[in-house]
């Protein structure tokens, strides 16, 4: 059922609410994945300590939304959707106009902190907004659709930063990202309702945050799959900030980049689809057991190869579309088995879990990334160690669950 108003007198309708919804989600792909493609240009014209010191704008920006993350989720709950949207938005505005004038490393890190910082208001709100209109199967379908838009943004996003440097420099990315967030807050404040009343609204307290704080680390199953999250998603973001290297540097492809890049994009997001249709019949448990055990062999096996043969382009690719398809089919499920036991105190504990797994794997990723030596071993090791240590996590969180298979 809906909640009473959500189609009655209401000026959005369902499809430009959904599509409303994706782009708003997407703020966060499209501020890592447009950039991508000019890493190596601002590596050359602005001035680094060390060669893999420009992966760090990456790094930033998951900082400033695993710490934005712990505020707007409850300030979500306590003030209404809108008004962290907004201030989100402003805050990723004015990051984006830091970065654009950023002459040195430290400025551009900082700019890209603050739109961290911005991007977890649109980001937190998304789902909580559709929460507050739609639930049980309505729910499930306009978020299906959510993600279905959603998923296209991580192949489209190289794309529009390379279209970018081929007529300009790499600053008018960040143009790109304030017009971006400028049409998302314009067509909010025209279009969208304020969609958590007043009388639903939970007042924000220290006690209650401190108290969704010991519910999350207390719970064996909340705990173990949040460590769960930041080790898979460290591994990934470790990939993520070498990524240019990989593809340009290592492998020499210049301006197709983008089209690997998005390949594999699209690999995930083909396999988030079809997670949620499997789902229903084999359980989180089991794909997200089997998933993760498919990353370990295929990672044990790549690293091996590198003994006895010199790694080709088409080699990755194999590996990268298994590892993209498993992560596909890892990532809502190890999401939902965090937050299963958490319903009581979903707001607070959706903010704590996506801070600490982001601040788990922000350290993570960036630890890999500046391994990276002109190799994969790093990034292999890296997936290989740290989804070895989330099997065990996994068999930890479900030692008190009378159904894993669920």
Not at 259 to 264: A, E, I, K, R, S
Not at 270 to 294: D, P, T
Not at 364 to 385: A, D, H, K, R, W
Request: hydrophobic share 55%.
């Amino acid at each position: 059922m809906t909640s009473p108003d959500s189609n009655q007198n209401s000026k959005i309708s369902s499809l430009e609410f959904t599509i409303l919804v994706a782009l708003m989600m997407s703020i966060v792909a499209i501020s890592i994945d447009a950039l991508l493609p000019a890493l190596g240009i601002i590596r050359t014209e602005i001035q680094m300590a060390y060669e893999n010191q420009v992966q760090l704008v990456i790094s930033a920006l998951f900082l400033g939304m695993a710490l934005g993350q712990l505020v707007c989720g409850p300030l979500s709950d306590a003030t209404g959707r809108k008004k962290v949207l907004y201030s989100g938005i402003l805050l990723f505005l004015i990051g984006s106009l830091i970065c654009f004038f950023a002459q040195d490393i430290n400025t551009l890190l900082i700019g890209r902190f603050v739109q961290g910082l911005g991007v977890s208001g649109p980001y937190v709100s998304a789902i909580s907004i559709v929460r507050d209109k739609y639930a049980g199967r309505e729910m499930a379908k306009v978020m299906s659709l959510v993600m279905m838009i959603f998923i296209m943004v991580p192949a489209i996003a190289p794309s529009l930063g390379q279209a970018i440097l081929f007529f300009a420099s790499w600053r008018y990315v960040f143009v790109l990202y304030i017009v971006y967030s400028v049409i998302i807050g314009l067509w909010i404040f025209l279009r969208l309702e304020e969609t958590l009343p007043k009388a639903n609204r939970i007042p924000f307290s220290v006690t209650g945050f401190v108290d969704g704080f010991k519910e999350v680390i207390c719970n064996r199953t909340t705990m173990g799959y949040t460590l769960c999250m930041g080790l898979f998603f460290g591994s990934f973001v470790g990939y993520l900030n070498s990524s240019q290297q990989i593809f340009q540097v290592q492998f020499g492809t210049g301006k197709m980049f983008t089209v690997y890049f998005g390949v594999l994009a699209l690999v995930f997001g083909v396999s988030s689809l079809l997670n949620s249709q499997l789902v229903e019949k084999w359980g989180m448990h089991f794909i997200s057991n089997r998933a993760v055990m498919s990353i370990i062999a295929s990672s044990a096996v790549f690293l091996g190869l590198h003994a006895v043969s010199d790694i080709q382009l088409w080699m990755f690719m194999i590996y990268a579309a298994i590892l993209f398809f498993a992560f596909g089919l890892i990532f809502g499920n190890v999401n939902a088995m965090a937050m299963e036991p958490m319903g009581h105190v979903a707001g607070i504990a959706s903010a704590i879990i996506g801070s600490v797994s982001s601040i788990i794997s922000m350290v993570i990723g960036t630890f890999i990334g500046q391994l990276y030596n002109n190799t994969l071993i790093p990034v292999t090791v890296g997936f290989l160690i740290m989804t070895s240590l989330a099997i065990l996590l996994m068999k930890f969180a479900d030692s008190n669950n009378p159904n894993p298979g669920s």
